[in-house]
């Protein structure tokens, strides 16, 4: 059966300031803070040599802000923490510091039923919608699933009606409950993925790469599926993915990450035409940009140097300096605080020597265009 065709139309992301209780996106709501990181630090021993090991900084000092009803968008190169961060927000992984707070809750010190219950706000999309899905089960009992864990949620009676009611919000039909995944394409598997997730009536979901397992006709429809049922259930999206023009169409803010920290944070359209921090920069000069696009954004090239440093052994001071056209001295010595933009005070960069307006476009090192 062909993946259901795409009828929403597409939601333009259009540039918002990020302030408290405004439509960011066309119907979109975006509220509060609802889940707040502070210095989340995440290590994990590996081995070094045949004898002894090391610890890999995987997350180190990330602040984070999710506010209820928006997508918060997260970049950065593979390796970088993202899938971590990701881990830790929904606690599979509990961090060696820093703080989560979940409506000012502390999730990690909830026990029994509270914790049973705030388990079920913050819900999960996988990458790969092959591998996510029990091939022995079926559609509904898929999306049945997470009431085991939550009983109380929907009476039993009403069980098969919320099924077919969820398989219908996700673009599905009430009938295709009784098929299995293998019988579906990777679009419709990535749909009972989206549907699964929702059965608890979560707040936020987070989207580990949802798309980048499907082909490019696929991924808009359930990209649009994403952005239909945010505007319908005000749910907030933690939205992981390396294709920038992806988060650019998706996100209200986005936060960029480079091995273990963020570097720059802010209203999506303010950190995609104006980058702060020139690992941004690069990383947008890399990425496809649409042919309209009127912004003072990189419009050349930017060629890193060098490799992404070892997460055993990151650099000292800034850890973007081994590979950065800007560091001095100071990039060595000191480690770079977030700093607000002279006229966006929610885009932050951590950078001592952020980028300019005057920066852009031709003034940047030749050497790395
Ligand atoms: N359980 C683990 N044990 C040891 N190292 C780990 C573990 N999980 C992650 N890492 C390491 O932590 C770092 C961050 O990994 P993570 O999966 O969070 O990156 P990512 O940004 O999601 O990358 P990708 O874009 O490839 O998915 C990597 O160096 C990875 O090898
Ligand atoms: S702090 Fe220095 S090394 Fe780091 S990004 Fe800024 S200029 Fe480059
Ligand atoms: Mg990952």
Redesign the pocket.
């Known amino acids: 059966m062909p993946d259901t065709a795409d009828t929403a139309g597409t939601a333009q992301t259009a540039g918002t300031a990020d302030t408290v209780g405004t439509a960011d996106r066309a119907g979109t709501a975006t509220g509060g803070p609802l889940l707040q990181a502070r210095g989340l630090t995440k290590t994990?021993r590996?081995p070094r040599s045949a004898s002894g090991s090391t610890r890999?900084h995987?997350l180190d000092g990330v602040d984070l802000t999710v506010r209820r009803g928006e997508t918060l968008g997260l970049v950065?190169e593979?390796?970088?923490?993202?899938?971590?961060?990701a881990r830790v927000l929904l606690m599979l992984e509990r961090p060696d510091a820093g703080t989560l707070r979940y409506d000012g809750v502390d999730p990690f010190a909830l026990r029994g039923r509270s914790l049973l219950a705030w388990r079920r706000r913050v819900q999960m999309v996988f990458q790969d919608p092959f591998a996510s899905l029990n091939p022995r089960m079926s559609a509904g009992e898929l999306i049945a699933e997470p009431w085991r864990s939550h009983p109380d949620l929907v009476p039993r009676a009403e069980r098969e009606r919320r099924v077919h009611e969820l398989l219908e919000k996700v673009g599905l039909r009430a009938a295709d409950a009784r098929r299995h995944p293998q019988e579906f394409s990777g679009g419709q598997r990535q749909r009972i993925g989206i549907a699964r997730a929702l059965a608890l009536d979560p707040e936020v979901i987070v989207c580990d790469?949802p798309v980048s397992a499907l082909d490019l006709s696929v991924q808009a429809q359930v990209l649009n599926v994403l952005t239909e049922l945010q505007a319908e259930l005000g749910v907030a999206y933690v939205f992981i993915s390396?294709d920038l023009p992806v988060v650019r169409h998706m996100a209200d803010r986005v936060a960029v990450?480079y091995l273990g920290r963020v570097v720059e944070s802010g209203p999506a359209e303010e950190v995609f035409t104006a980058p702060r921090h020139p690992y941004t920069a690069s990383l947008l000069s890399a990425a496809p940009r649409p042919p309209t696009a009127q912004d003072d954004g990189p419009s050349r090239r930017i060629v890193l140097f060098g490799e992404v440093p070892s997460?055993t052994d990151p650099p000292s001071g800034c850890r973007f300096r081994t590979r950065c056209w800007k560091a001095e001295q100071v990039c060595a010595t000191a480690v770079p605080a977030d700093e607000p933009a002279p006229d966006g005070p929610q885009h932050l960069a951590a950078c001592h020597l952020p980028i300019q307006p005057s920066d852009r476009g031709g003034s940047r090192a030749a050497a790395h265009e």
Request: glycine share 18%; net charge neutral.
């Open positions: 994990f590996v890999l995987a950065g593979s390796g970088c923490g993202k899938s971590t961060l790469e390396h990450m997460p």
